[in-house]
């Protein structure tokens, strides 16, 4: 009996020891993570800014298409045979009405002339499609593509939302894969009036110049149209503005704290944004360092000049 009640005496004391080594553990000494993150909240953001200021920016419209001869025929014959031969191969130059290939109309027991297929219009021939003694019907198969290279065209769809800014006579700019370090300039030189019902959207046609038939039909083309400009407008980087909910912002500076602001964005020119509502001029803008950033944050600013005359 007294050795059970040692057994009992000694289970509660080593009760009793658990327990406050339990509690000293675990409530005298809490976790370190929230304290961490809470002193990590407290540092500040290393962030750069630049200043709001006036500058002019060229109001452009950017495209994209495909370039073509702005003159181009398929040529066909006008009676059905078999493709005897051609006159001329691709590449060559040919005047309107010069005869490209011959057509053999012979049917069984009659002999006849072989027909001439002349090209509709001067140029350069571009594709010859079929092999000698190919079969051809009048009307129906092609027997040459003639293109007239010494101006090309882009046949353009602009959105709704740029027709009011669309003009004859408008200067454009192309840059093709091929030369990438050339502009090839252009001209706004038909626009339709009537839009588009299926696509919303109106036709336009680019022409350019193209005296040494280095732009070729098929290039992909990039097209900047210059439709005017936007003096002495609020400008801040691309790189300030914070894109939310359809909405953007940037964030100011005031007193080393960011606060988020609401602005209105106007037109892009290269790492250029104009602001039309939201901003003073002056006004620091932070460019980097958004990562984290809340509205009401510690920021330590580094300021960096003259990026917006880059």
């Given at each position: 009996?007294?050795?059970?009640?040692?057994?009992?005496?000694?289970?509660?004391?080593?009760?009793?020891?658990?327990?406050?080594f339990?509690?000293?553990?675990?409530?005298?000494?809490?976790?370190?993570?929230?304290a961490?993150?809470?002193?990590?909240?407290?540092e500040?953001?290393?962030?750069?800014?630049e200043?709001?200021?006036?500058?002019?920016?060229?109001?452009?419209?950017?495209?994209?298409?495909?370039?073509k001869?702005?003159?181009?025929?398929l040529?066909?014959?006008?009676?059905?045979?078999?493709l005897?031969n051609?006159?001329?191969?691709?590449?060559?130059?040919i005047?309107?009405?010069?005869?490209?290939?011959?057509?053999d109309?012979?049917?069984?027991?009659?002999?006849?002339?072989?027909?001439?297929?002349?090209s509709?219009?001067?140029?350069?021939?571009?594709r010859?499609?079929?092999?000698?003694?190919?079969?051809?019907?009048?009307?129906t198969?092609?027997?040459?593509?003639?293109v007239?290279?010494?101006?090309?065209?882009?046949?353009?769809?602009?959105?709704e939302?740029?027709i009011?800014?669309?003009?004859?006579?408008?200067?454009?700019?192309?840059?093709?894969?091929?030369?990438?370090?050339e502009?090839?300039?252009?001209?706004?030189?038909?626009?339709?009036?009537?839009?588009?019902?299926?696509?919303?959207?109106?036709?336009?046609?680019?022409?350019?110049?193209?005296?040494?038939?280095?732009?070729?039909?098929?290039?992909?083309?990039?097209?900047?149209?210059?439709?005017?400009?936007?003096?002495?407008?609020?400008?801040v980087?691309q790189?300030?503005?914070?894109?939310?909910?359809?909405?953007?912002?940037?964030?100011?500076?005031?007193?080393?704290?960011?606060?988020?602001?609401?602005?209105?964005?106007?037109?892009?020119?290269?790492?250029?944004?104009?602001?039309?509502?939201g901003?003073?001029?002056?006004?620091?803008?932070?460019?980097?360092?958004?990562?984290?950033?809340?509205?009401?944050?510690s920021?330590?600013?580094?300021e960096?000049?003259n990026?917006?005359?880059?």
């Amino acid at each position: 009996m007294v050795k059970n009640k040692r057994i009992i005496w000694l289970v509660i004391f080593l009760l009793i020891i658990a327990g406050m080594f339990f509690k000293r553990f675990f409530f005298n000494n809490p976790p370190q993570g929230p304290a961490l993150f809470k002193r990590g909240a407290l540092e500040k953001i290393t962030v750069k800014v630049e200043k709001v200021k006036r500058d002019d920016l060229d109001f452009i419209l950017s495209y994209a298409g495909s370039l073509k001869a702005k003159d181009e025929s398929l040529v066909y014959p006008k009676i059905s045979g078999k493709l005897s031969n051609y006159l001329v191969s691709e590449g060559d130059r040919i005047e309107k009405d010069e005869t490209i290939a011959l057509i053999d109309r012979d049917e069984t027991g009659l002999k006849y002339e072989l027909a001439k297929v002349d090209s509709p219009i001067a140029g350069i021939i571009g594709r010859t499609f079929l092999d000698k003694g190919a079969n051809v019907a009048s009307q129906t198969t092609p027997i040459a593509l003639v293109v007239d290279m010494d101006q090309m065209i882009v046949k353009l769809n602009i959105s709704e939302h740029d027709i009011s800014d669309i003009k004859k006579g408008l200067s454009a700019y192309l840059k093709v894969d091929s030369y990438p370090n050339e502009d090839f300039e252009g001209v706004v030189s038909k626009i339709s009036e009537v839009i588009d019902t299926q696509t919303r959207t109106l036709p336009i046609e680019i022409l350019i110049l193209n005296p040494g038939h280095r732009l070729k039909s098929g290039m992909f083309s990039r097209i900047r149209i210059f439709a005017g400009k936007h003096p002495g407008s609020l400008v801040v980087l691309q790189d300030g503005l914070v894109k939310e909910s359809s909405f953007d912002y940037v964030y100011i500076i005031e007193d080393s704290t960011a606060r988020k602001v609401k602005v209105t964005a106007g037109i892009y020119q290269d790492n250029k944004v104009e602001i039309l509502e939201g901003l003073r001029e002056g006004q620091q803008v932070i460019v980097f360092g958004h990562q984290g950033l809340k509205d009401g944050s510690s920021v330590n600013v580094i300021e960096q000049e003259n990026s917006l005359q880059r």
